[in-house]
T-cell receptor
């Protein structure tokens, strides 16, 4: 799987929007962009995924750059419950069954 | 039912013990996975089962033995573990192995080997 780069950590304030960046300059045309998060003492949780178009669901929005070399996970209104480690992962369409986690990015939400 | 259930939540075992971790899902998912997670590290893939057959073993030591008795159950049998095997063991499932499917993870079994 191609590599992603995320900041080690970010801070945000409660009730404000948060933009979590991810760079994936070596992305191939068949790579899906997946986001997961892991709250303290819990298993990872699927957040969202997309291929080319921006995606929205009840948890977040995923904005994908036109050249697909970067993407941004948007939490529209951060809550304390959003404090977690966020993982941006590329998965090849029709490729390996593996979901391989990188280091991720720790999000701190201040009250 | 949209959950992956893992039991037990906590397990302490001696190095000569034999124990098993259990994972169950009733979402009709056809792929199931075991991950190992050490403190402050990302999860590491151990095994992948697809349609009840082992499809990926990430060079895991034989003291870890996975088993998939049916499409809803996944076990991890443990024998002669070492203290460094102490970790959070996570089970996950997905509708298929393809990249257009999300994974659902359980809350994990926290294993301590003494």
């Amino acid at each position: 799987d191609a590599k992603t780069t995320q900041p080690n950590s970010m801070e945000s304030n409660e009730e404000e929007p948060v933009h979590l960046p991810c760079n994936h300059s070596t992305i191939s045309g068949t790579d899906y962009i997946h986001w997961y998060r892991q709250l303290p003492s819990q298993g990872p949780e699927y957040v969202i995924h997309g291929l080319t178009s921006n995606v929205n669901n009840r948890m977040a929005s995923l904005a994908i750059a036109e050249d697909r070399k970067s993407s941004t996970l948007i939490l529209h209104r951060a809550t304390l419950r959003d404090a977690a480690v966020y993982y941006c992962i590329l998965r090849d369409w029709g490729g390996s069954e593996k979901l391989v986690f990188g280091k991720g990015m720790k999000l701190t939400v201040n009250p | 039912d949209t959950e992956v259930t893992q039991t037990p939540k906590h397990l302490v075992m001696g190095m000569t013990n034999k124990k098993s971790l259990k994972c169950e899902q009733h979402m009709g998912h056809r792929a199931m996975y075991w991950y190992k997670q050490k403190a402050k590290k990302p999860p590491e893939l151990m095994f992948v089962y697809s349609y009840e057959k082992l499809s990926i073993n990430e060079s895991v030591p034989s003291r870890f033995s996975p088993e998939c008795p049916n499409s809803s159950l996944l076990n991890l049998h443990l024998h002669a573990l070492q203290p460094e095997d102490s970790a959070l063991y996570l089970c996950a499932s997905s509708q298929g192995g393809g990249s257009n499917y999300g994974y659902t993870f359980g809350s994990g079994t926290r294993l301590t080997v003494v």
